[in-house]
T-cell receptor, first 112, second 114 residues
Framework: DAKTTQPNSMESNEEEPVHLPCNHS???????IHWYRQLPSQGPEYVIH???SNVNNRMASLAIAEDRKSSTLILHRATLRDAAVYYC?????????????FGTGTRLKVLA | EPEVTQTPSHQVTQMGQEVILRCVPI?????FYWYRQILGQKVEFLVS????????KSEIFDDQFSVERPDGSNFTLKIRSTKLEDSAMYFC????????????FGDGTRLSIL
């Protein structure tokens, strides 16, 4: 089962920052934290990932708690195109390849 | 930007028939995956593939499923004797390496079993 917990849904106003939380209290030392989003009728799209340090890229920022038991995806200025289901995923392996275990994610609604 | 492509986008098949879903991963990627998503449900891992063999498979991936990389560019998922409950979106993904690099997903094949 998914090892992450996220709110089912969130709303944001357009042009405002959005903070999407994720709890992963059972994370192991080698688990990476990945964020993906899924727009309607599309496959999951990579957003950002990290291990211990905060990360920034052109899409978003990832803030990782010092104990790594939680993380927050930050969209700095939400647009209508950011409306999607956002998944926080811990990659895990038992064989050398890393499978993703998806949870139910957070459905983000962006209000114009 | 290179992307994972999947064909067909929609496949309709009679129950009991065999179906092959096709994927072209990103060209320099070494690790390949299939996932499925039943309508309204979570994305579920099916199988991972590396070095021409299955690395890991889930409980869903039973004897009716098989994967193959027939020609160095395509990656296929075959479902023998399809069942109604096989109706779902099937996503292919690929990655350059293991945890350091993300998996890139295609837009999926919608499989409808009648």
């Amino acid at each position: 089962d998914a090892k992450t917990t996220q709110p089912n849904s969130m709303e944001s106003n357009e042009e405002e920052p959005v903070h999407l939380p994720c709890n992963h209290s059972t994370i192991s030392g080698t688990d990476y934290i990945h964020w993906y989003r899924q727009l309607p009728s599309q496959g999951p799209e990579y957003v950002i990932h990290g291990l211990t340090s905060n990360v920034n890229n052109r899409m978003a920022s990832l803030a990782i708690a010092e104990d790594r038991k939680s993380s927050t995806l930050i969209l700095h200025r939400a647009t209508l195109r950011d409306a999607a289901v956002y998944y926080c995923i811990l990659s895990e392996t038992t064989s050398g390849t890393y499978k993703y275990i998806f949870g139910t994610g957070t459905r983000l609604k962006v209000l114009a | 930007e290179p992307e994972v492509t999947q064909t067909p986008s929609h496949q309709v098949t009679q129950m009991g028939q065999e179906v092959i879903l096709r994927c072209v991963p990103i060209s320099n990627h070494l690790y390949f995956y299939w996932y499925r998503q039943i309508l309204g449900q979570k994305v579920e891992f099916l199988v991972s593939f590396y070095n021409n063999e299955i690395s890991e498979k889930s409980e869903i991936f039973d004897d009716q499923f098989s994967v193959e990389r027939p020609d160095g560019s395509n990656f296929t998922l075959k479902i023998r004797s399809t069942k109604l409950e096989d109706s779902a979106m099937y996503f292919c993904a690929s990655s350059e390496a293991r945890s350091l690099q993300p998996q890139h997903f295609g837009d999926g094949t919608r499989l409808s079993i009648l």
